[in-house]
């Protein structure tokens, strides 16, 4: 399956790249490389944007058939609440439950659907709980943590 055959706001993850090895290193370069995830942002006539790890990037819709992805979306995984995430482990969110102002103040701090985030530390009693995403420390209450679903959990 490739990029240019998924539904849009999906995350998957790339599998290979394929076609003239100029084009797949310059996609390699632009992030595309074998197991990074990849959303799909906007499709239309001929122009796309894709995230690419943290990166959106614009691309002629013809790349798309050169990445091919796993069949497995990030949808399908085990998922967890942010809260329940034993300390030291990392995974990536899938959903911010909640509406309005609060899911809003969470995803202006960076938690948006498919960030990779690892599990600092819990305070003593719990809250609040330290969260290291996109390169900087952030600190959540255990409520806005308990809003967060999170799959493909590993133990660092």
Do not use: C, W
């Not at 058939?65 to 990392?90: C, D």
């Amino acid at each position: 399956m490739n990029l240019s055959e998924v539904k849009l706001n999906q995350t998957y993850f790339i599998k290979s790249l394929k076609g003239e090895k100029e084009i797949a290193k310059h996609l390699g370069n632009l992030g595309a490389k074998k197991g990074e995830r990849v959303t799909l942002i906007s499709h239309d006539k001929g122009n796309t944007i894709i995230l690419i790890g943290n990166a959106r990037i614009a691309v002629d819709s013809k790349l798309l058939e050169m990445i091919e992805i796993s069949e497995e979306a990030l949808k399908n995984q085990t998922e967890v609440l942010l809260n329940h995430v034993p300390v030291g482990s990392s995974g990536i969110v899938t959903a911010i439950e909640g509406a309005g102002a609060v899911k809003r103040r969470l995803m202006d701090m960076g938690i948006t659907r498919g960030t990779k985030l690892f599990i600092r530390k819990v305070a003593p009693l719990g809250d609040p709980v330290e969260i290291h995403l996109r390169g900087y420390e952030l600190t959540l209450r255990r409520e806005e943590a308990a809003l967060i679903h999170i799959a493909n959990v590993e133990k660092n």
